[in-house]
């Protein structure tokens, strides 16, 4: 099943003039990347079907028909090594930032109308409660957070060949960004927002910190057991049924719970909740978020 009741475009004519509604700051577009030019797998397709919930909404497709992967040398790099996956986080933040509306990953599935957040200047989620989301960007034309993020892929320099689990993920030196291998664009919302809204604290709850605002993970992320989410992002935390174990008993179990739409979608939210609870003892902002909550000393960014 294609997506047939919202429009679906890769020319950036079809969305330069489209302008936020009476009493909005955010139009209503829909961006997502794709590139390599496959054709996107069944489940992917599920997700984007899901999307049809966004009535009045343009889908705008970036890839490589109206990508020039020359902006600077992140992009260049990264389109060199086939890193297509981190060419997207900088393009996400390019869509939204020249002409304004939604990124959506493309394992992002829909659960109710955007509707009610474009009148935000810009909304992200926490991914985990001590770090940002990057799978889903809401955000008006030019706001001044999303610039700040665009100049740090500007100023960005790949250390290959570092571990980023034994020290620092980013470090500035000559106006310089050098990151330590591919880092997740989680690691860099979550990097400059500490760094630029002193006021934002890694504790999973609603903040409007004045170019933006924030909401819990269970809104975005993870969803809620009684259906408030927008949507849930199924990359992290989606309760797959692996072909290659299909007779295991908790395949059996999933298959059955499979049959109920419904009762599937409330127990992949609790596996889920539990999942990114112990993940998020990995994040390298884990530490800062405890400091944060105890009230003592702050770790070094």
């Known amino acids: 099943m294609m997506l047939s009741s919202i429009r679906q475009t890769t020319d950036v004519n079809e969305i ?12 209503k577009i829909i961006h997502y990347c794709w590139f390599g030019g496959k054709p996107l797998p069944e489940d992917l397709q599920k997700c984007l079907d899901s999307w049809e919930k966004l009535h009045g909404y343009t889908i ?9 992967f020359d902006e600077n040398d992140f992009v260049r790099n990264t389109y060199r090594d086939r890193q297509l996956g981190f060419i997207g986080d900088y393009y996400r933040l390019k869509a939204v930032y ?12 829909v659960n109710r109308s955007f509707d009610g957040l474009l009148h935000h200047k810009a909304f992200l989620n926490f991914i985990f409660d001590c770090s940002v989301g990057s799978a ?10 999303i610039k700040g993020l665009l100049d740090m ?26 990151v330590h291998g591919y880092a997740t664009s989680n690691y860099y919302y979550t990097y400059y927002i500490l760094k630029h809204y002193p006021d934002f604290v890694l504790n999973n709850k609603y903040q409007d910190l004045g170019d933006f605002v924030i909401y819990p993970k269970e809104f975005f992320e993870i969803g809620s057991l009684l259906g408030k989410h927008y949507a849930v992002h199924l990359c992290a935390g989606e309760w797959r ?17 499979k049959k109920n739409q419904k009762v599937f979608d409330l127990v992949q939210i609790i596996v889920r909740k539990r999942r990114y609870d112990r993940l998020k003892k990995d994040i390298p902002f884990y530490e800062y978020s405890l400091a944060q909550k105890k009230g003592s000393a702050l770790p070094e960014l």
């Open 60 to 68: 705008m497709r970036w890839d490589e028909s109206n990508c020039s």
């Open 153 to 178: 892929y500007d100023k960005t320099v790949i250390v290959k060949g570092a571990d980023k689990r034994k020290g620092k993920v980013f470090e500035f030196k000559d106006d310089k960004l050098f």
């Open 16 to 27: 330069k003039n489209i302008v936020p509604e009476a009493g909005n700051e955010i139009p």
């Open 241 to 257: 049924i692996k072909t290659d174990d299909s007779k295991s008993i908790k395949n059996r179990v999933k298959k059955a719970l």
């Open 136 to 145: 889903i960007i809401g955000s008006k034309k030019g706001n001044p957070l």
């Open 98 to 109: 020249e002409y304004g509306g939604i990124y959506l990953d493309t394992d992002v599935k």
